[in-house]
């Protein structure tokens, strides 16, 4: 049985949040010869799983790696100066060092980067494992980009069979996976489990929540839930879809009860806009005025606030589907979720009764 078959009958899909089905993609870079690049960077807000299956499991990420990239070259993508890169480096291992920006991860900033170019997606006329041109034209060999954890579990899929994976999980979305709990919980880390796994019991894993009245599910591109929603659900798609969410890159953030979580959503949305690779408009004026809009909602008075939330519901529903990359709508999904559940606390906002919040500490590295 060949690798690809037995990718297909194991069901993996991308682990680094897109979820796309990863026997096609290891299929077709054999047909064209692509040369393949992991992602390890932990491009989404407060993960940290990447880099623990280099710091981990680098022998099994590399034989991964190997099984898809055959005679080919491989590179590994890691953040400009983080551990990651300088482990990679040590263990003599070809390091595609990226700025550590948001979109610079993304799946075609990677592949501009590895051919000279910026670290700012592409548009993506075809799939570039199949090669193409960059905006200005120029050449761009067939290439493939899979995430750290996917190419581990490739490895392991390779190893154990795929009887083995899909006895983890669910039907729709089969075999372990890691997760980064952070935020309030008594001891943020890693752990492997699987989609399917209550909410509440990895919260557990993390020694519990530390009064956390708000979840946050999937980074950027995720969505804000209540404690009490996330006490009820699943970690699975299937679940988190009521609520207009996914297991996304595998992030659950416990939002710190002390802080108040309108300015950590102002001050997310503030970043998102500042993070845009700024190439087209969805980027250069949506999310810049998306964050304007809660910006205002945040701190409106009385009438001012029905404008500012009217402005916000708009402006949520134009980016979806209008960039070079999925960006936007990741965001908007964001912002959407967080003026759902921050509704009451908006009220609060708008009447100047909210009490004053501590300073929201940075939480990305710059």
Request: charged letters at 20%; a neutral charge.
């Amino acid at each position: 049985m060949t690798l690809i078959d037995l990718l297909d009958q194991a069901g993996l899909t991308g682990r680094g949040g897109a979820a796309f089905r990863t026997a096609i993609k290891v299929r077709a870079a054999a047909e064209h010869g692509a040369t393949l690049i992991v992602n390890a960077c932990d491009g989404e807000i407060g993960a940290t799983k990447d880099a623990w299956v280099v710091e981990n499991q680098l022998d099994g990420l590399l034989r991964g790696a190997r099984l898809v990239a055959g005679d080919h070259p491989i590179r590994v993508a890691a953040h400009r100066g983080s551990r990651a890169a300088a482990l990679l480096a040590a263990a003599g291992v070809d390091v595609l060092e990226v700025p550590a920006r948001y979109v610079s991860s993304e799946e075609s900033a990677l592949i501009s980067l590895a051919n000279g170019g910026l670290a700012r997606p592409m548009t993506k006329r075809a799939p570039f494992v199949a090669g193409g041109r960059d905006a200005r034209g120029r050449r761009i060999p067939p290439t493939v980009v899979l995430n750290a954890e996917t190419v581990w579990r490739i490895a392991q899929i390779a190893e154990h069979g795929p009887g083995w994976f899909r006895r983890q999980g669910t039907a729709l979305e089969p075999g372990p996976r890691l997760v980064t709990l952070t935020g309030a919980v008594a001891a943020p880390h890693v752990i492997e489990t699987a989609a399917g796994a209550r909410l509440d019991d990895l919260f557990g894993a993390a020694g519990g929540l530390l009064d956390a009245e708000l979840v946050w599910v999937g980074g950027l591109a995720g969505v804000l839930i209540t404690a009490p929603e996330a006490a009820r659900l699943l970690w699975s798609s299937t679940d988190l879809a009521s609520y207009g969410g996914s297991i996304g890159s595998g992030v659950v953030w416990a939002l710190d009860p002390a802080e108040c979580p309108v300015a950590f959503v102002d001050h997310m949305l503030t970043y998102a806009a500042g993070e845009s690779a700024g190439q087209c408009g969805p980027c250069m004026f949506g999310l810049p005025a998306l964050a304007a809009d809660w910006h205002d909602l945040a701190g409106a008075r009385s009438g001012r606030a029905v404008d500012a939330a009217g402005r916000l519901a708009a402006r949520v529903a134009l980016l979806p589907d209008r960039g070079a990359c999925r960006y936007p709508d990741g965001i908007a999904r964001f912002a959407a979720s967080a003026a759902r559940v921050l509704a009451g606390h908006l009220d609060q906002h708008a009447r100047g009764t909210c009490p004053p919040a501590r300073t929201t500490r940075s939480l990305v590295n710059a």
